[in-house]
């Protein structure tokens, strides 16, 4: 594995295409080396960027309580056999950056974290420039942050493709994430509820399709019920919504694909986690 620290090297290097790129923010996990996996399968070559992006935090957010753990990170990304690791400096990669507006950003996470999306979006979108890479890849866990680069290399007419992988979770179902190390064990195995519930939730949606009811109505009930329910198991709701999966708007009667996305802080750790369902309507 080759280490990048600057432009220099990055433009003097010659990976084998298709080349993937793989954004993270390091304190590397198994949600992570999944989308290098994948990369694999689809005999990518890989480049993984690690770089804690401060334009992504707010001024109250956990920006420098973020766990770094580079050299781990670097272990780990040998082992899987990924060919490119880039490790931008802030001074170099920031210099005269082009700061992006977000599309698709006043729901969720873009309406409780103002500023959040245009930073990961301006980050991303100098990746993009500086590497050029065939494809990108995404967890399905950050569900708006890839729906909204979708949205970008769409508008830019990017060469660029976007893969998005499935959210891997622990075996309690918990979504791995770099903010459960701020979790004790106990509290990893109550965090499973937040997935837990979800899954109701998406079960509910499709009875309901298997009865003669109204949709709008139901969606509305399911919501508040959840929403107390977690409330009453102690953790704080940022949001609990059920959008339509591909504009993230309100549902409305004949919709198919839906998203159910929860933001949640437990004991001052913020947990997001979501399922995208289709339902069986024709
Ligand atoms: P982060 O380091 O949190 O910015 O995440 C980097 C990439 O890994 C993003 O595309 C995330 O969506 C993805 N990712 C993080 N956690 C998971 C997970 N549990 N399953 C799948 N992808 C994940």
């Not at 005999?43 to 690690?50: A, G, K, Q």
């Not at 990893?188 to 009811?213: P, S, T």
């Not at 198991?233 to 839906?258: C, R």
């Amino acid at each position: 594995m080759e280490t990048i620290e600057n432009f220099n090297k990055l433009n003097s290097i010659k990976p084998r295409e298709p080349l993937a790129l793989i954004p993270t923010m390091g304190n590397l996990h198994e949600g992570h080396l999944s989308l290098i996996r994948h990369a694999k399968k689809l005999n990518l070559s890989t480049i993984v960027s690690i770089f804690i992006n401060p334009l992504q935090f707010g001024p109250s957010e956990d920006f420098s309580k973020y766990p770094r753990t580079l050299e781990k990170d670097l272990d780990l990304l040998r082992k899987e056999q990924c060919d490119f690791v880039f490790i931008p400096d802030d001074k170099e990669l920031l210099l005269d950056i082009k700061n992006l507006e977000a599309p698709l950003n006043d729901v969720l996470c873009g309406k409780s974290r103002p500023g959040h999306f245009d930073g990961v979006l301006t980050i991303v979108n100098r990746f993009i420039e500086v590497i050029k890479p065939d494809f990108c890849i995404f967890g399905q866990k950050d569900f708006q942050q890839q729906l909204i680069i979708k949205e970008h290399l769409k508008k830019i007419n990017s060469i660029t493709q976007l893969i998005v992988h499935p959210i891997v979770r622990d075996k309690n179902g918990l979504a791995l994430s770099s903010r459960n190390n701020f979790l004790s064990e106990p509290r990893k195995v109550k965090a499973a509820k937040i997935y837990f519930h979800l899954k109701e939730i998406a079960e509910q949606i499709l009875d309901f399709d298997r009865g003669n009811h109204k949709f709008l109505e139901h969606i509305k009930i399911i919501k508040d019920f959840y929403q107390t329910k977690y409330s009453e198991e102690g953790f704080e709701v940022d949001y609990l919504e059920l959008l339509n999966a591909s504009s993230l708007e309100s549902l409305k009667e004949g919709d198919k694909e839906i998203l159910i996305a929860v933001a949640i802080n437990y004991e001052g750790v913020r947990l997001i986690d979501n399922i995208c369902l289709t339902r069986p309507i024709s």
